[in-house]
């Protein structure tokens, strides 16, 4: 999958640019703050239906104006495609593919694909459960957009369910008959994330193991496990999995009503990482940490093309230079035959590579005449 072009209105410090790329590696390099993560950001807006930096939509609307309009185009393994995406001040957002209207997100996801890598992505390992979660939810949902949808149902009856723990004007006699209501709903799509993401990790895990083994020239053992209150051994029978679950969840409930919070279910669950046997969390070094956080992302990629029949866009930002460079040559090499949309402050970084480069300053994308 190749992006030939992204045109941005009024997005972020953008007035009105064309950005094109070309197959293969890209770079936009730049001082701090002149809109270099604000074009990735952008591009994978189409990949995930918002923005990665977890933003509302409005706050992606240039200061003072009312609308913002994203228009990507690319090419996958069958044809050209078109995604619009405009956002506004005052009413929701609206979404297009190829010029047909799209009313949800989780119809919108699902048609470009893309792998971003960031520099907070480095520190997944050590990190809180919320970025592993968030590493598999925007890796998943590329594939799988009905998982989005679970995502969405799931978040809406935990946000119920958390405001009738919490809400003491009632008895908790009186809440528990609703309160089995919402836990049987949060069960069924519980279920439904838990065996998917558990899925997931399995392929990730074989994917990952690989690279690993040739960054570390076959040092190293590693291990994915997904961490829940669900019982993932049920995978295969989903209803003895949801009942489980719900017996399960109900039997806290005095306990939840005690903390005014549900205290089990999927937004809690975690990744867990073991290197040569050793919880990495704990154990692993800042190096080791930062090859598994790479091979990860690598492994996302595997994933997807295995799906999809092709390989995702990778969109780097500023980490190349976060990484040693064993690493950085690594990378480059693995990415060859792949497009690559990477940002840099150092535009040394890149001499001598054949690459277009993008000189970003100030909102404003200009291609350097290659020599
Ligand atoms: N809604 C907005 N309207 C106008 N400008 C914005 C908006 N949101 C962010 N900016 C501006 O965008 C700029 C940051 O852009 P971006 O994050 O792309 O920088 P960058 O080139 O990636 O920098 P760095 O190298 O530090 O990562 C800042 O100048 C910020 O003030
Ligand atoms: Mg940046």
């Known amino acids: 999958m190749n ?9 972020r410090n953008i007035l009105e640019e064309t950005v094109s790329f070309t197959p293969g590696v890209n770079i936009l390099y730049g001082k701090n703050a002149q809109g270099k993560t604000n074009v990735l950001e952008g591009i994978y807006c189409f990949a995930l239906g918002k923005s990665f930096r977890g933003n509302r939509d409005r706050e992606l609307i240039r200061f003072g104006c009312g609308q913002s309009r994203l228009e990507l185009s690319f090419r996958d393994i069958n044809r050209e495609q078109k995604m619009e995406l405009s956002l506004f001040e005052e ?8 010029g047909v209207p799209i009313r949800k997100r989780s119809e919108f996801v ?47 009856v935990l946000k119920q369910r958390n405001a009738l723990l919490r809400d003491e004007d009632r008895t908790e006699e009186e809440r528990l008959p609703l309160l089995e209501v919402l836990t049987q709903q949060m069960a ?88 040569n046997g050793k919880e990495a969390k704990l154990f692993g070094s800042q190096g080791q940490d930062r090859s598994i956080a790479l091979a990860m992302k690598l492994g996302e990629g595997e994933i997807s093309r295995a799906a999809m029949g092709e390989y995702p866009v990778f969109l780097f930002d500023d980490v ?19 497009q690559v949309i990477l940002t840099s402050c150092n535009r040394e970084l890149f001499e001598g590579m054949h690459a277009p480069m993008i000189r970003v300053e100030e909102g404003t994308y200009e291609r350097e005449e290659q020599g």
């Open 320 to 338: 190349l230079s976060e990484l040693d460079r064993d690493r950085q040559r690594y990378l480059l090499q693995k990415l060859e035959e792949r």
């Open 110 to 156: 699902g048609t470009f694909h893309a792998v971003l890598f960031c520099p907070e992505h480095l520190s997944m390992i050590q990190g809180p459960p919320g970025q592993r979660r968030q590493f598999l939810d925007s890796a998943i949902c590329q594939l799988k957009p009905s998982y989005l949808a679970a995502l969405s149902l799931y978040g809406n």
């Open 3 to 11: 992006v030939t072009q992204i045109v941005l209105h009024d997005f």
């Open 91 to 98: 009413k929701s957002r609206e979404m297009k593919r190829n």
């Open 188 to 275: 069924e799509y519980n279920t439904r994330i838990v065996i998917t993401r558990s899925r997931y990790l399995r392929l990730l895990e074989q994917a990952v193991s690989s690279f690993l083994s040739e960054m570390t020239s076959d040092r190293e053992r590693l291990s994915l496990t997904y961490c829940s209150d669900a019982q993932i051994e049920l995978e295969d029978h989903p209803e003895q999995m949801k009942d489980s679950y719900f017996r399960k969840c109900m039997s806290y409930a005095k306990r939840e009503m005690a903390a005014g919070i549900s205290l089990h279910g999927c937004h809690r669950d975690d990744i867990g990482i073991l290197l």
